[in-house]
């Protein structure tokens, strides 16, 4: 009987190609989407669940409410892991990473073996503790992980490094210099695996922490915080008692008797309108559950666009799906003498539905093996759309019954209610010929074909809004200039002849300015929080928290940054060196009202010791993401040599960097020259709201062409089945125009209400999405106006190719018969 169905199904197929081609390929259109979005999703989902004991290893998150308004942290002070590890039996394990590119060592580092001179840029150096080791418990290919950074100056480097500084040679025992620090090597005590992709920690140089005091004192303060610490909890102890205790038995033993110690103002606040908590984080949901941790620097996924891209991946789905029923169920007039005649000589309901669900399986799996094959084809371009290196898992055993499984819901999904639909026919009603119910029973067919562009045109106005949104970032008024500025890296291991390096460039006719500073309004750069009082008021007004930044006197130039108020540094004024510039943020918080700051000193010691006088206010500018407000800064004169930043005037700039580069290489003939620039590096801090927008057209065009293969097809059986009326209208005299418009109007009033419902739905959707980002565009009325229309236009060019082309049939063609 089931080789019957499927006979049957087949022919059907071969009898009615354009439909057949226009269902399946929909469908696999829609399928290879789906595909694509399900491996995104799956991979982000996998992030750190590999770890042994992954159920029982947490990260330290600190949560401050401030008069309702919540702030997450994941900072805390150096010797906060080895105190609860102490202070509480449930931990077995706690450890810290150190990443601040602050501090020397962390995050990036010109690189050498020990017995080469020539220097190599790398990333991905932290520093971790001998416990983190024994939490995450990575594999190693040589050396002993339990004993790997015991002990001080000892490294741990990736499989990949080890090959490349070490072929053919075992590492361990090696020695390693960074910044040309031959006073401080490095001795390799171990090689570990390549930390995975779906590791949420990505590095490849771990240096110890055992040893290592970034300051005088550093290591047993807990009035600074510098590091994120991990922990690993006993099995069976419950995550949330912990961390409830953890947050009273904490703040009563370190951090009330270090506030009352500096006569901290907030703490009269503690317990009132500002709460302090400490929570644990899983392992495994760090990755897409750190959006709203603000010190987090890492660059991390964001549940809310899982949620999203599902639903849209689930949305396209459904627009394929509906093309299959509203085919299906117009063209019931065809089937309706079959269904007839198969009831009159004895033919069941039921086998009548599932006839026709095998029809329906039928093009479910012929769509899931095309849109397999059509996801597999354009796997690489959404891997450089999506910045992954997602791999098609055809070996995957699981791949099979999934693609098995899926076939069979959406065949079921599809297929259903046209079965029952057309299963529903009267043999009595079918013979007197009262066969037309597909076209006068089309309200169904209507709501569908209105989610479906509804659902297109929300699509296309996100999209709209995405791209406005990006193109507002990048051309704003940002408080500096951006453009034509080459960051020179690695400029640490100049040592002492920084300044005449940069002298040297100075000389150069097209250099304009030159500064010196790894203080910049770009992401991966330094960054420096402090409090800050005016002077004499660290004990009687709570601290105002900024950035404190290292600068030198050509910086403000270099940048194009404006002065508002006061003068900047002068190399003449031996007392500059005492001098801080704050920006509009900070002095509207230090000096409320139309207080002048200029002249007035302020601190960012607690006890008052250091004052710096205030000589000039610098214009707000935006140096952290636009998803965030201007926050104070302060910047003093200081020695911040990694980065040489070098504004330039010229129409050659491949002339220009020619000519830098051969300034580099006489002072660093052993160093290559690396650049990057700044309006790049600023452009990629929103590399993610791009790749959102490249991926929310291209979904919003196969949402579209979805939409309007179903229209095509749906106007081509209307056109069909009123040829004789169409051919009627043109004999008593109507025209090509009236014929399309009678045709059409009902289609364009569809998406007219499809229009309708999609607008405030959007607004409230792109709403939600723009309150991320402090400065944002506004959504004027005329997006939703050009969504609308680009939809309409499109809608009423695939409807009007069959409308003319049914109005241009001669009459006596389709009346001859009568």
Known sequence: MLKNYFKIACRQLLKQKMYAAIKIGG????????????????????????????????????????????????????????????????????????????FTGAGSNQVRRADSADNTYEEGFTYIDQDLLNIFQWPFVAGDPAHALAEPNTIVISRRKAEKYFPHENPVGKVMVLNDDINH????????????????????????????????????????????????????????????????????KYYIPLM????????????????????????????????????????????????????????????????????????????????????TIGAYRTSLIQQFLAESFLYSFLSILLGSLLAWLLLPYFNTLAAQSLVFPWKEPWLAPALLLSAVIVGLLSGLYPAVYLSAFQPIQVLKGNISRG???????????????????????????????????????????????????????????????????????????????????????????????KEGRTNVDVPVYGQYWTVDNDYLATMGMHLVAGRNFLPSMPTDSQAVIINQAMARKLFPGNENPVGRRITNNNDGTSLHEVIGVVENFNFESMRNHIEPLCMSLGNSPTIVSVKVKTADMQKMLGAIGGVWKSFLPNQPFRYNFLDERFASMYSDVQRTGYIFTCFSVLAIIIACLGLF???????????????????????????????????????????????????????????????????????????????????????????????LVNPVKSLKAE
């Open 439 to 533: 076209v006068k029973n089309a309200s169904l067919r209507s709501v569908l074909v209105v989610f479906q562009f509804t659902t297109s045109i929300i699509l296309i106005i996100s999209t709209v809004v995405i791209y406005r949104q990006m193109q507002f970032i990048l051309h704003r008024k940002v408080g500096f200039n951006k453009d034509q500025v080459v960051m020179i890296q690695g400029a640490q291991t100049l040592g002492n002849q920084v300044k005449a390096f940069k002298g040297e460039l100075q000389q150069l006719p097209e250099v304009v300015h030159v500064a010196i500073s790894d203080y910049l309004p770009v992401n991966n750069t330094k960054r420096n929080g402090n409090g800050f009082w």
């Open 713 to 807: 097809a749906l106007s081509a059986f209307m056109a069909e089945q009123r040829s004789k009326e169409i051919s009627i209208r043109k004999v008593l005299g109507a025209s090509v125009a009236q014929v399309t418009a009678l045709i059409s109007r009902d289609f364009v009033r569809l998406v007219l209400i499809a229009m309708m419902l999609a607008s405030p739905i959007a607004w409230w959707a792109m709403n939600k999405w723009l309150q991320d980002f402090a400065y944002q565009v506004n959504l004027s009325w005329w997006i939703f106006a050009i969504a609308g229309v680009l939809v309409i236009a499109i809608a009423f060019a695939t409807i009007s190719f069959q409308s003319v082309k049914a109005a």
């Open 27 to 102: 469908f696999a259109l829609s399928i290879a989407a789906c595909l694509l979005i399900t491996l995104y999703i799956r991979h982000e989902l996998s992030y750190d669940r590999f770890y042994p004991d992954a159920d029982r290893i947490y990260r330290v998150v600190g949560e401050v409410t401030d008069n309702g308004i919540i702030n997450k942290g994941v900072s805390t002070p150096a010797p906060f892991a080895a105190a609860i590890k102490s202070d509480f039996p449930e931990i077995e394990e706690a450890g810290r990473f150190m990443s601040s590119r602050l």
């Open 260 to 343: 009352k110690q500096q006569g901290d103002k907030t703490l009269e606040r503690l317990g009132k309108s500002l709460q302090y908590h400490l929570l644990l984080q899983p392992v495994s949901n760090i990755h897409l559950h750190s959006y709203d941790i603000g010190d987090d620097q890492e660059r991390r996924g964001d549940i809310r666009f899982i949620w999203l891209f599902g639903a849209v991946a689930s949305f396209i789905l459904l627009i394929a799906c509906i093309n299959f029923i509203n085919l299906s169920t117009a063209r019931s007039a065809n089937r309706a003498k079959e269904v007839g005649l198969k009831k």
């Open 185 to 252: 090597p490095y001795r390799i005590t171990g090689v570990m695996e390549n930390l995975p992709s779906n590791s949420h920690i990505q590095y490849d140089f771990l240096l110890t922490l055992k040893g290592k005091s970034l300051w005088p004192g550093e290591q047993t303060t807990w009035a600074a915080t510098n590091y994120e610490s991990y922990v690993k909890l006993r099995p069976g102890v419950d995550p949330v008692r912990l961390q409830q205790r953890m947050t009273g038995d904490v703040l009563n």
